[in-house]
C-alpha cells in the first residue's frame, strides 16, 4: 500500500520569505500522481498543484512550486513571497495512475504560519 | 459549475438517531471520494465510487455506515446508530483525473 510522510507538523515563515514543506512517499508503482492541498481555517480542501510522475520538469503555479525527486520518492512544496493568506494546513496526497487503484492517499499535513 | 456540494453543512443529532450526508458530485466526474477528518485521525479515505461502483469500502468503520451512489448525480453517507466518537468533518470529493475536488464537508456533532 502506498504511503504518504510529512515530517513537519508545523512550520513557520516570516511574510514575503520563501518556504519549503516536504513531503516523502513510498510505493512501487511507477505511474502516479502528486498534489498538494491547501487547507485554510474555513475547512475547505483547496487543490494548490500537481505533478504528474512522468513529467520531469517541476510543476509551478504562481508562486507555488514543487521539487519533485522521483527516484528519492519526494515531493516538496516551496512558497515564494509568503502572503498572510498562505497560513494554512497543507497536506501532500498520492494517486495511482491505475485506474482501478485510484484512491487519493493524504499525509499528516504540516501546519504553515505566516508571521509579520 | 458550482464544485462539489454537500448538504448539511453542520449536524448535531443525539446519539442513537440516524445520520444522512449528501453529496453532489461535479459533473462529468466519474470518481467520488468520502473522507472523515477528525484532530486525532487526520483524514481517513471511507470509501470512494468509480462509475457509481463501490471500488473500496475498507475504511468503512463499522456496519454502522453505509454509502451509496444510486446515480452519477448524488451519493449519500449513513451512519445507523450514531455515536459520539462518530463527531468529525465529512467530506466529499469528486474527479475526473488526477486531482480530486473537494466539497465544504459537514460537521457532524453527536451529542
Known amino acids: 500500500a502506498q504511503t504518504v510522510t510529512q515530517s513537519q507538523p508545523e512550520m513557520s515563515v516570516q511574510e514575503a520569505e520563501t518556504v519549503t514543506l516536504s513531503c516523502t512517499y513510498d510505493?512501487?508503482?511507477?505511474?502516479?500522481?502528486l498534489f498538494w492541498y491547501k487547507q485554510p481555517p474555513s475547512r475547505q480542501m483547496i487543490l494548490v498543484i500537481r505533478?504528474?510522475?512522468?513529467?520531469?520538469q517541476n510543476a509551478t503555479e504562481n508562486r507555488f512550486s514543487v521539487n519533485f525527486q522521483k527516484a528519492a520518492k519526494s515531493f516538496s512544496l516551496k512558497i515564494s513571497d509568503s502572503q498572510l493568506g498562505d497560513a494554512a494546513m497543507y497536506f501532500c496526497?498520492?494517486?495511482?495512475?491505475?485506474?482501478?487503484?485510484?484512491?487519493?492517499?493524504f499525509g499528516t499535513g504540516t501546519r504553515l504560519q505566516v508571521t509579520l | 459549475d458550482a464544485g462539489v456540494i454537500q448538504s448539511p453543512r453542520h449536524e448535531v443529532t443525539e446519539m442513537g438517531q440516524e445520520v444522512t450526508l449528501r453529496c453532489k458530485p461535479i459533473s462529468g466526474h466519474d470518481y467520488l471520494f468520502w473522507y472523515r477528518q477528525t484532530m486525532m485521525r487526520g483524514l481517513e479515505l471511507l470509501i470512494y465510487f468509480n462509475n457509481n461502483v463501490p471500488i473500496d469500502d475498507s475504511g468503512m468503520p463499522e456496519d454502522r455506515f453505509s454509502a451509496k451512489m444510486p446515480n452519477a448525480s448524488f451519493s449519500t453517507l449513513k451512519i445507523q446508530p450514531s455515536e459520539p466518537r462518530d463527531s468529525a468533518v465529512y467530506f466529499c470529493?469528486?474527479?475526473?483525473?488526477?486531482?480530486?475536488?473537494f466539497g465544504q464537508g459537514t460537521r457532524l456533532t453527536v451529542v
Open positions: 505533478q504528474e510522475a512522468y513529467k520531469q
Open positions: 496526497a498520492y494517486r495511482s495512475a491505475v485506474r482501478t487503484a485510484s484512491k487519493l492517499t
Open positions: 510505493t512501487s508503482e511507477s505511474d502516479y500522481y
Open positions: 470529493a469528486s474527479s475526473f483525473r488526477q486531482g480530486a475536488f
